[in-house]
């Protein structure tokens, strides 16, 4: 969806509009809630080739629906000294992020808001990745960060986590987070979310619609290729495909080959890597901000 950049400045803009004072450092990671389980599902794809990946993207179809989004943030007030406020800031930016995720044009993808009880994706396709909004988003939550630097580093936060039922709530929740998506692949699997019934059912493929989400098309003359879920997979066109990472509508002509109904190239601002550096942005001011609450710890340590 929508790069980590054009989240921060956007939702931190909105949260300072409804909530008095929030901590910027945890609108940051309000911010990025929705996204740890797709940053977890292509850490354990490098890590562990072997996994089945489709097993592992509806994993983290499950973990990314907002039910998940609150249990991990439930999980993180447990580090906060103001639990509530805390607790507020990271489900309000959860929500935020989804909306701002529906609001992109993203085939074969979708937010969940009312997972468990109905795995229909939600996508309101107002616009595309490279187009204009995103564009400005992104400056936005550059600019953002630069500008609220001084202030989003200067708080200081403490780490609340020294009493024994916090420390069994913690991995309680944690183990919830990481093992209760296991038990409900079963929902987005029948509901074909993000295709993957439709391409895991590989010998009723023949006819059936399909849509692709950014693989790489490779373009060696005639041939078309793309690589989703690991598969071969041959586009067949009327016209000429770009060697580029693109979207794909189309339906399987056979097992292996798709006829292209409708295409769009993603060329235009490198999201992964704008990502990246908001990312780096986020580590940044809470490397800074906790550096500076544990000097002024130590001083007061030595004053007194």
Excluded at 57 to 83: E, H, K
Excluded at 107 to 128: D, E, I, Q, Y
Excluded at 182 to 189: F, Q, W
Excluded at 260 to 267: G, K, N, R, W
Aim: proline share 5%; with cysteine.
């Amino acid at each position: 969806m929508p790069n980590t950049l054009a989240h921060l400045g956007i939702q931190s803009l909105l949260t300072g509009r409804l909530l008095s004072k929030p901590d910027l450092k945890w609108v940051y990671v309000g911010c990025v809630v929705p996204d740890v389980p797709w940053i977890l599902q292509r850490a354990a794809a490098g890590l562990f080739p072997s996994l089945d990946l489709f097993d592992l993207r509806l994993y983290a179809i499950v973990q990314s629906s907002f039910v998940f989004c609150v249990v991990l943030s439930l999980t993180l007030t447990l580090l906060a000294s103001d639990p509530r406020g805390v607790f507020t800031i990271l489900t309000l930016n959860s929500f935020l992020h989804l909306v701002l995720d529906a609001c992109e044009t993203k085939w074969a993808n979708g937010v969940h808001f009312f997972a468990p009880f109905s795995w229909k994706l939600t996508n309101w396709r107002l616009f595309w990745p490279e187009s204009f909004p995103i564009y400005l988003l992104t400056a936005l939550g550059l600019a953002f960060c630069l500008w609220q630097w001084k202030a989003s580093t200067s708080t200081q936060f403490k780490i609340c986590f020294r009493t024994q039922p916090k420390h069994i709530a913690l991995a309680v929740l944690l183990l919830f987070y990481l093992t209760a998506p296991a038990l409900l692949m079963d929902g987005p699997y029948r509901a074909d979310n993000h295709f993957v019934r439709t391409m895991k059912e590989k010998s009723d493929r023949t006819d059936r619609y399909v849509e692709f989400d950014r693989p790489y098309c490779h373009t060696r003359g005639h041939d078309r290729v793309i690589y989703p879920y690991g598969e071969r997979i041959a586009l067949v066109d009327e016209k000429d495909l770009p060697h580029a990472s693109i979207s794909v509508r189309g339906r399987f002509l056979d097992t292996t080959t798709v006829k292209v109904l409708e295409v769009h190239d993603h060329s235009g601002l490198p999201r992964d890597q704008l990502s990246y550096l908001g990312l780096g942005l986020i580590a940044g001011v809470w490397t800074v901000a906790g550096y500076r609450s544990w000097t002024a710890g130590r001083s007061t340590e030595v004053g007194s």
